[in-house]
């Protein structure tokens, strides 16, 4: 075991099985977090542990951990927002674009029934909202001037909602929303997952370095996500048409090969465009064609 360790909080609850699928494409391989709050990782640096994203900047904050993942919706709620508190002890090391279903933020959303009279906020006024997230929704109907009570919500607060006046629950699809035959009145705040370090270990040598070589490998696992590797051969003569069509992130590498006639070309496009582009590379000429998945793309 290495001397050196840094304490790295992941989330448990709808974030955990997208994380652990992140931290594997970074190149982490990580055992028992379905089974342990203490999993096991194939580096002897890092010393895992499993919390609720709820309660995640409280612990980084307290030094409890050296760094986590959580999403910046529960930063705001727990007051760990270092935009926000001059004294605070969280460093955001950088956002992280994916989350429980898609790579989109999450929003929680201001909803009432379908059949409820309510069209916009100031409608709650003197009314009782329902959440989880109850000091950033204050702070909302604040901001808006509008006096309403917000109680707190122990889960499934859609079924909540024809019991009080209208609720602010996470969404990233609406689909849940609808289900329960709810709509949506406002956005109160969008979020997206946020690695954030203690602001003693950020200027710690050893765990800075850390922090920042996994921040580095996860934001690379991401941008491969959307990225596929394209190769083809072309023959010299028709080369400048091919070039002309391929969108790359930088210039294509392009090689020789044995038939003096050709060249080998090498580029990374974005996956959603691969389906229009290969048939049209085919028409121009272009022989050989390989489309294969990446691992990591670190600009």
């Given amino acids: 075991m290495s001397e050196e360790i840094l304490k790295l909080g992941l989330p448990t609850g709808s974030l955990q099985k997208a994380t652990i699928e992140l931290f594997d494409k970074a190149g982490f391989g990580i055992l028992d977090s379905e089974r342990s709050y203490f999993p096991r990782i194939d580096d002897e640096q890092i010393q895992l542990i499993m919390l609720r994203a709820q309660e995640m900047s409280r612990y980084v904050a307290n030094g409890v951990l050296d760094a986590g993942i959580t999403g910046y919706d529960w930063i705001m709620e727990n007051n760990s927002d270092p935009a926000m508190l001059g004294s605070c ?28 009279k309510v069209t916009e906020p100031k409608d709650l006024q003197g009314g009782i909202i329902a959440t989880e997230l109850v000091n950033v929704t204050k702070k909302y109907f604040e901001d808006k001037k509008i006096d309403a009570k917000v109680e707190f919500s122990w889960g499934t607060t859609e079924v909540k909602a024809r019991l009080v006046d209208a609720i ?3 969404t990233e699809t609406g689909s849940s929303l609808r289900a329960n035959n709810l709509r949506e009145i406002d956005t109160v705040i969008t979020s997206t997952t946020r690695f954030i370090a203690n602001k003693q270990a950020w200027q710690d040598k050893f765990k800075h370095q850390k922090i920042e070589n996994i921040a580095i490998l996860l934001n690379a696992a991401i941008d491969a996500r959307s990225r596929v590797g394209l190769k083809m051969n072309i023959k010299k003569s028709g080369l400048e048409r091919v070039l002309k069509i391929l969108p790359a992130e930088k210039s294509p590498t392009i090689s020789s090969l044995a038939d003096s006639d ?18 049209a590379l085919k028409r121009a000429g272009a022989s050989g064609i390989i489309t294969y998945p990446l691992n990591k793309v670190i600009h």
């Avoid at 950088?94 to 059949?115: G, H, I, M, Q």
């Fill in 89 to 116: 002890d969280v460093e955001e090391v950088c956002e992280l674009a994916y989350s429980k279903a898609t790579n989109k933020p999450a929003r929680w959303v201001l909803a009432v029934p379908d059949e409820s």
């Fill in 168 to 170: 602010v629950e996470l």
């Fill in 262 to 279: 050709y060249v080998a070309i090498e580029v990374i496009i974005e996956e959603r465009i691969e389906r229009s582009l290969v048939p």
